[in-house]
């Protein structure tokens, strides 16, 4: 069980504005959606990602390493990997079924008979995106074990975006559309605690010796 009183303390060593600032970010958090990269290739498209989730409020990314293994691209991530939760799979296999346990429907972006135009799409259904390889796209596992398919409409002469423009353009009507719901969803209190501690922790320097101190207190 999370200690209040432990973040509150912890939270005493933040700016007023830093506090402000992580109760503002943390509304508007969600995991009624979630994302996963397969083995995507290019450093910065799995960190460009990353950065869009951060930014539309996404709060886990799934990243599926089977064949490409990395590291996140600080750079283009913009600090994004400190704020958003990532979980690594060593099998795409292995992620769909904990996303599933997770109550989770895999909705593969990829163009399909069966597709779903982006406007379209059941806002109201917990939904996890999978975005495929830049050149192969989706692996068959993905694409057997999928519960929809969802299409951003193009009318150009290309037939394929940008893996991180696609989540990016996704990720924004997705969210806008979720936030004039009546669903619920927001981040439990839980989660909302557990990210304050964390957060604190990625901020505050001296947060051993805080934790110390704090116990040594009580």
């Known amino acids: 069980m999370i200690d ?18 992580f109760a503002e970010v943390l509304s508007g958090r969600t ?7 397969e083995d995507v290739y290019q450093l910065h498209n799995t960190s460009a990602v990353i950065r869009s989730c951060d930014v539309f409020g996404i709060q886990e990314v799934n990243i599926i390493e089977e064949v490409n293994t990395k590291r996140i691209d600080r750079e283009i991530a913009m600090g994004a990997q ?7 799979y060593n099998s795409v296999k292995e992620s769909i079924a904990d996303l599933k346990s997770k109550g989770y429907k895999i909705v593969a972006t990829t163009p399909h ?3 779903t135009l982006l406007k379209d799409f059941d806002v109201t259904q917990k939904s996890c995106f999978f975005f495929g390889r830049e050149t192969e796209g989706l692996s068959q596992d993905v694409i057997d074990a999928a519960d929809s398919f969802l299409k951003i409409p193009m009318v150009g002469f290309t037939e394929s975006l940008n893996i991180s423009v696609s989540a990016a353009i996704i990720l924004q009507d997705i969210t806008t559309r979720l936030k004039s719901t009546d669903i619920n969803w927001k981040l439990s209190d839980e989660d909302v605690l557990e990210k304050r501690l964390d957060w604190c922790k990625k901020t505050i320097k001296s947060y051993d010796k805080l934790i110390a101190r704090f116990y040594q207190e009580q």
């Open 82 to 88: 400190k704020w958003v939760d990532l979980n690594r």
């Open 113 to 115: 008979r069966n597709d």
């Open 31 to 37: 995991k009624h959606f979630t994302v996963a990269t």
């Open 4 to 21: 209040i009183a432990l973040i509150e303390y912890l939270e005493s060593y933040l700016s007023p504005r830093r506090k402000e600032r």
